[in-house]
């Protein structure tokens, strides 16, 4: 099912396979609408890692408590031809980015939508 004009439930449905994702309100609007103007920004597709988790599997892949993951409004992303510096630099400039998660890591970026500013490296 389609989220937005180019997101879907299959990519942040949660990798355990309990369900959590698959549902529309189950991802933050504004999470989705910061994903379509950083790709529009971008002007390359944009590939979920990890979008919504459950707390079992959080716990079990390491993540955080309080993860923002837990609530529909994470995404960790990746984009083909761009590096994750490169991205975040961009999502710099996304309004719920701007005021929310941006962390980059080798691979990847996590980004969310938590409503305050924070930032690190992974």
């Not at 990890?50 to 707390?55: E, I, K, L, P, V």
């Not at 923002?68 to 995404?75: D, K, N, S, V, Y």
């Amino acid at each position: 099912m389609m989220l937005s004009d180019h997101f879907s439930t299959d990519e942040f449905r949660c990798s355990c396979g309990c369900g959590f994702g698959t549902e529309l309100d189950d991802v933050s609007p504004a999470l989705l609408g910061g994903l379509e103007a950083l790709r529009l920004a971008l002007g390359t597709p944009i590939y979920i890692n990890s979008g919504c988790r459950c707390a079992a599997h959080n716990h079990v892949i390491g993540g955080v408590r309080n993860s923002q993951h837990l609530r529909g409004c994470a995404a960790d992303v990746r984009i083909d031809v761009r590096t994750p510096k490169q991205v975040a630099a961009v999502a710099l400039i996304v309004p719920c980015f701007m005021d929310g998660g941006i962390g980059t890591y080798r691979t990847f970026v996590h980004l969310d939508t938590r409503g305050h500013k924070a930032r690190w490296e992974g």
